[in-house]
T-cell receptor, first 115, second 115 residues
Framework: AQKVTQAQTEISVVEKEDVTLDCVYETRDTTYYLFWYKQPPSGELVFLIRRNSFDEQNEISGRYSWNFQKSTSSFNFTITASQVVDSAVYFCALSGTGANSKLTFGKGITLSVRP | DTGVSQDPRHKITKRGQNVTFRCDPISEHNRLYWYRQTLGQGPEFLTYFQNEAQLEKSRLLSDRFSAERPKGSFSTLEIQRTEQGDSAMYLC?????????????FGPGTRLTVL
């Protein structure tokens, strides 16, 4: 069975602070994919990133960066210099491959960025 | 390239009534997924289709729920004899058949309220 744990439930920061959202996963698959999605107040889930289990390189996209560590089964997400528009619920998710492509989500982290 | 669309966006119904939701995936996406999201939780997988074939159903999908994708394009999700516990956001996602075939793109959801 697959499981995703997002231990943080709510985080509040002041604009321009850096913030890291934690994600820990469990799977018996040797090949799997990890994802982060953003759900703003409008409700639509927005895809942010996909990471293959064989690719442990960290990734940076603008103010966003992701740290994948297989040894600790973690896939953490850092927002640098946060902005009010970053306020949303962030979900980490896990899927297998081939026919096992359904997403297993964590419970989400509500991020509030105050001006 | 239009995104995933869902109709209706909101549905209010009385307990015991039947409801049907529609999802139109991104054009040429061969996989279509249904998820359910309740307040404060991450989305939970319900079922998915590859073309017109329904490949997996969650145990969450009781026999009151049925999904179809008759021509491999749009899909419908029907709930019969609705119960108050069915109140949730119903999300549809699609993914393409290429190398990025497990990147799922979500629609805006249908919010169901059962009175």
């Amino acid at each position: 069975a697959q499981k995703v744990t997002q231990a943080q439930t709510e985080i509040s920061v002041v604009e321009k602070e850096d913030v890291t959202l934690d994600c820990v996963y469990e799977t018996r698959d040797t090949t799997y994919y990890l994802f982060w999605y953003k759900q703003p107040p409008s409700g639509e889930l927005v895809f942010l990133i996909r990471r293959n289990s064989f690719d442990e390189q960290n990734e940076i996209s603008g103010r966003y960066s992701w740290n994948f560590q297989k040894s600790t089964s973690s896939f953490n997400f850092t927002i640098t210099a946060s902005q009010v528009v970053d306020s949303a619920v962030y979900f980490c998710a896990l899927s297998g491959t081939g026919a096992n492509s359904k997403l297993t989500f964590g419970k989400g982290i509500t991020l509030s960025v105050r001006p | 390239d239009t995104g995933v669309s869902q109709d209706p966006r909101h549905k209010i119904t009385k307990r015991g009534q039947n409801v049907t939701f529609r999802c139109d995936p991104i054009s040429e996406h061969n996989r279509l997924y249904w998820y359910r999201q309740t307040l404060g939780q991450g989305p939970e997988f319900l079922t998915y289709f590859q073309n017109e074939a329904q490949l997996e159903k969650s145990r969450l999908l009781s026999d009151r729920f049925s999904a179809e994708r008759p021509k491999g394009s749009f899909s419908t999700l029907e709930i019969q004899r609705t119960e108050q516990g069915d109140s949730a956001m119903y999300l549809c996602a699609s993914s393409d058949p290429g190398p990025r075939n497990n990147e799922q793109f979500f629609g805006p959801g249908t919010r169901l309220t059962v009175l």
